[in-house]
């Protein structure tokens, strides 16, 4: 097998093998907004999102709600297809606000066992050495995202720009709200902006709010539905990103009038 062979199966399986293309996206971030559970940690790891989906769904079915949720959403094992549901046939209601806080306490536990994703650590330390300022946008809950980065000693890279769920459900991802909350309060133009998520509703809502996007694949799997969606840039390892800062990639080194 030549090279050339090896180069093409890589590309062909969705992951991203040209460093330039990953220098075009990193050389001009001065804000890195970062999704939470997939790019910086395995937020369910030990106790399972499919668990704890399945639990809110026997939660609600256990008061009569059945009706609530179509069968794809019963069956979708994911707990924010779940709150989406409930918000959505009763928007705002006090069931929607107590099913968001079971979530909330559940994703509370699992921050206890997360698994931190390879290279973030280092990467997140190294982004904020060389000059870029960093931001938390995502659908999980901002007293889990605070709990779990202070463990990690990571908190004080971003804060105090954690943008997660609110009480209003319609404005998860892929609406682009924590992006833009996280844009206004950093005063920072979409375009000098990098989002890094690992779920075609992180691109979708990247794309909305005109920001620049990179993809965080855990396995070809979600490569291939990154790359469906859209996505121009996706990897496999946060380990290029933090081999090119440490070459100098980052914005201090861009050169003048950056």
Known sequence: MTSDTTQTEVAASGIETDPERLL?????ARVVLWDFDGPICRLFAVRKAEQVAGE???W???RGLHGLMSGPERESLDPHVVLRAVDRRQPGSDLAA???ERLTQEEL???ATAWPTAYAD???RTWTAVGSRLAIASNNSPRVIREYLTGRGLLS???PHVYGRTGNLRQLKPDPHC???ALNAMGAAPASALMIGDTPSDFRAARLAGVPFLGFARGDRHAKLLREAGAGVVVQSLEPLLELLRAGAGPRFSGPGT
Not at 24 to 28: E, G, T, V, Y
């Open 24 to 28: 075009d996206l990193i050389r001009p």
């Open 56 to 58: 809110l769904v026997e």
């Open 60 to 62: 609600l079915e256990a």
């Open 98 to 100: 107590e099913l968001e």
């Open 109 to 111: 536990r699992a921050a």
């Open 122 to 124: 280092p990467l997140i």
């Open 157 to 159: 890279c971003f804060s």
């Open 179 to 181: 992006l833009n909350r």
